[in-house]
């Protein structure tokens, strides 16, 4: 059984892809590069949604606490109709931010879904920074939080270091090289969403003869 809310569901049937991260300041490098990511996957073709900023200032995650507020559920609701997600966070003290941590925390919630968590999608992520060790520890402490949630983390992962990389008005960053890693993380979770769709779409096969 699939999950009874699907962007796949829809008459379109292009992918749903939810961005998820940036800071309380509106602005940050991360929910730039989120916006610029999501503007590369609705020109191939999918639909996006972003959560960041004030949205994710949720209580903190309570194991078997069953009482969510609306911000809490508008997150979950999100995660559960994603198709593909990207994920960008700041790197503060060697590791992802605590708003971010606790967001994803949430994804718990999703354990009864089938398939559970970030099971059969595709996770694009982002790991901003002043400096490259901090970009780079960022980016392994996600993937290992992904790998935990059963997500596939797209084979390209995007550290921006914020001394030598800045963002235009409209969100698209000074640095060629990283408008173009942006470009191709956007592309891997598309593409990684519509062939699992088209799988999904697949004729069953018909049981062998006895």
């Known amino acids: 059984m699939r999950r009874a809310m699907t962007a796949n569901s829809n008459p379109d049937d292009s992918p749903l892809i939810l961005g998820i991260g940036g800071t309380p300041r509106p ?70 931010s605590g708003l971010i941590k606790n967001a994803l925390d949430y994804v718990e919630d999703l354990r009864d879904d089938q398939p559970p968590y970030f099971e059969d999608r595709a996770v694009g992520l982002i790991a901003c920074a002043t400096g490259w060790q901090a970009t780079g520890a960022t980016l392994a402490a996600l993937r290992s939080i992904v790998h935990a949630l059963r997500g596939w983390p797209t084979p390209l992962g995007v550290a921006i270091n914020t001394s030598e990389c800045r963002f235009d008005a409209d969100d698209t960053p000074s640095s060629p090289a990283i408008d173009r890693q942006l470009e191709i993380l956007a592309t891997q979770v598309v593409r990684f969403a519509e062939q699992r769709a088209a799988w999904e779409r697949r004729p069953a096969r018909a049981e062998p003869a006895r």
């Open 27 to 96: 602005g940050s490098a991360s929910e730039r590069s989120l916006r610029h990511v999501l503007a590369h996957a609705r020109a191939l073709g999918a639909r996006t949604e972003l959560l960041t900023g004030p949205q994710l200032v949720l209580p903190i995650y309570v194991p078997h606490e069953g009482t969510r507020d609306a911000a809490v559920h508008a997150l979950v609701t999100a995660l559960r109709r994603a198709n593909g997600i990207v994920v960008a966070s700041p790197g503060y003290h060697g590791s992802l």
